[in-house]
C-alpha cells in the first residue's frame, strides 16, 4: 500500500510560478511510475505529467503544459515534484499526485493504482 500526499497549492499570479510535492510511503517508490493529474471545475481530470519509476529518466507532458512545467523525483526522499512557470489562468485546478506499480512509466489514468487527495492551485489576478 501506498499513500501520497501534496503540498505546495496556493494562489499565485498569471505568469507567476509554483512548486508542488507529493510525499509518498513505501519502501518501492523508486520502482512505481508516477504522474500528476489535475482537475478544474466542472471539467473531467486530465493527464498532465509523468515520469519513470527507477532513475526517472524519462518524462512526458500534456502539450497543454510542455515547456512551462517540469516534472521531477527524488527516490532518496520518497517524493516527486512539478516545477509550473508561466502559470495561465486555465491551469487553475486541483492538482493529483498518482502512482503505478504496475506500468514503470503510462500516461494513462487507468493505470494509476495510488492517489493523493490533491492539492489545489489557483492562477488568479
Known amino acids: 500500500q501506498v499513500q501520497l500526499v501534496e503540498s505546495g497549492g496556493g494562489l499565485v499570479q498569471p505568469g507567476g510560478s509554483l512548486r508542488i510535492s507529493c510525499a509518498a510511503s513505501?519502501?518501492?517508490?523508486?520502482?512505481?511510475?508516477m504522474g500528476w493529474f489535475r482537475q478544474a471545475p466542472g471539467k473531467e481530470r486530465e493527464f498532465v505529467a509523468a515520469?519513470?519509476?527507477?532513475?526517472?529518466?524519462?518524462?512526458y507532458y500534456a502539450d497543454s503544459v510542455k515547456g512551462r512545467f517540469t516534472i521531477s523525483r527524488d527516490n532518496a526522499k520518497n517524493s516527486m515534484y512539478l516545477q509550473m512557470n508561466s502559470l495561465k489562468p486555465e491551469d487553475t485546478a486541483v492538482y493529483y499526485c498518482?502512482?503505478?506499480?504496475?506500468?514503470?512509466?503510462?500516461?494513462?489514468?487507468?493505470?494509476?493504482?495510488?492517489w493523493g487527495q490533491g492539492t489545489k492551485v489557483t492562477v488568479s489576478s
Open positions: 498518482a502512482a503505478s506499480s504496475r506500468y514503470i512509466n503510462t500516461v494513462r489514468e487507468r493505470d494509476y493504482d495510488y
Open positions: 513505501g519502501r518501492t517508490f523508486r520502482s512505481y511510475g
Open positions: 515520469i519513470s519509476g527507477i532513475r526517472g529518466d524519462n518524462s
